[in-house]
């Protein structure tokens, strides 16, 4: 018996976010490209990972996604309704629907308002419940199934220790029984000793509540652990997508390869494997290169790379690439 297809949750095409830069008067108007053109499925119940350098455009991209910016063009759909030029009493209904836990929880918290308050303070914005002890309930379910003791209900987030905020953040994000969840980079700050603790939270989250979530990353180790699907960014494109294996077993953009051979490795097979340093500084997203984004720092790079803009190559199984290299491969002129 065929598996039944999954169901798209979130379908983004040809996603543009453009910021423009003040110039003189006479001057060309100018943008910075921050994301530039970028397609994925994100499918219901899964966890899609968006890694790549800091300044490649993960955080505008998910921001984007989730209407906290307005999309320059390109279309975003959301459960099957088309979001991306919605206006916000539109975007009022789902909203409760599409969450996002932060990076920094101290920041993300306001500190003027006890536990109680920030948990119930999403349900009182979407009317959820009608009553103060509905919402008290509420709350205190929230608390438990992030490992919270309902004995600090009544505490400000500056009393809690940095991984205690982060539960309480995602306690936060929970309040309104959201569908897709999107992590900013949500263990970054944290110690490393607690890192694991709240991955396992999420992990444990997802499968008790049907969660999807989209996971930000630069630490490639944490996306590994955590993800099912994993897009690579750089520079305001998707230059490889596929499921986690794929990615981690059989990258094929150089870049990918680059930030992999990066991870640090105490034991294993891969302890002799080749460390990629990548020359020279990301270009300006103002100004990117012509043909691939990647080719002033690839190593591959040929003329054809400056000429031509590499298109999505599907090698199966979902597996995408944006690499001008492939077609040497198909050719026989370089080993995979």
Same mark, same amino acid.
């Given at each position: ?26 001057? #060309? ?21 968006? *890694? ?122 929970? *309040? ?60 305001? !494109? ?26 640090? #490795? ?61 077609? !040497?491969?198909? *050719?026989?002129?370089?080993? #995979?």
């Amino acid at each position: 018996m065929m598996d039944a297809p999954k169901k798209v949750l979130l379908k983004v095409r040809n996603l543009k976010q453009w910021f423009p830069v003040n110039s003189l008067i006479f001057e #060309k108007r100018k943008f910075v490209k921050a994301v530039n053109d970028v397609s994925f499925d994100l499918y219901e119940g899964e966890t899609l990972g968006i *890694a790549g350098e800091s300044g490649c455009g993960k955080s505008t991209l998910i921001r984007t996604c989730l209407r906290l910016l307005n999309p320059t063009a390109g279309s975003i759909e959301y459960d099957g309704r088309e979001i991306s030029r919605a206006r916000q009493g539109e975007l009022r209904s789902i909203r409760k629907e599409m969450q996002i836990i932060f990076q920094d929880p101290y920041a993300s918290l306001d500190g003027r308002w006890t536990v109680r308050q920030l948990l119930e303070e999403p349900m009182i914005v979407n009317r959820l419940y009608s009553s103060k002890s509905e919402r008290r309930s509420k709350v205190s379910e929230l608390l438990e199934a992030v490992s919270i003791s309902q004995e600090y209900t009544n505490r400000y987030p500056h009393e809690f220790s940095g991984g205690q905020r982060q539960r309480i953040a995602i306690a936060s994000a929970l *309040a309104t029984d959201p569908k897709l969840v999107v992590c900013d980079e949500p263990v970054s700050a944290l110690d490393v000793s607690v890192r694991a603790q709240v991955l396992n939270l999420l992990k444990d989250l997802q499968e008790q509540r049907k969660l999807t979530y989209i996971f930000v990353s630069h630490d490639m180790s944490v996306i590994e652990y955590i993800c099912d699907r994993v897009a690579i960014m750089y520079l305001g !494109k998707i230059v490889e997508i596929g499921d986690k294996k794929a990615i981690f077993e059989d990258a094929r953009h150089p870049y990918t390869q680059a930030l992999l051979s990066a991870v640090p #490795k105490v034991t294993g097979d891969n302890g002799d494997k080749e460390r990629i340093i990548l020359e020279g500084d990301i270009p300006s997203p103002v100004d990117p290169p012509s043909g691939c984004v990647f080719r002033t720092r690839c190593r591959y790079a040929t003329a054809r790379c400056a000429e031509v803009e590499p298109t999505m190559t599907d090698l199966g199984n979902g597996h995408c690439v944006s690499c001008h290299l492939l077609d !040497k491969e198909k *050719a026989g002129e370089v080993a #995979k």
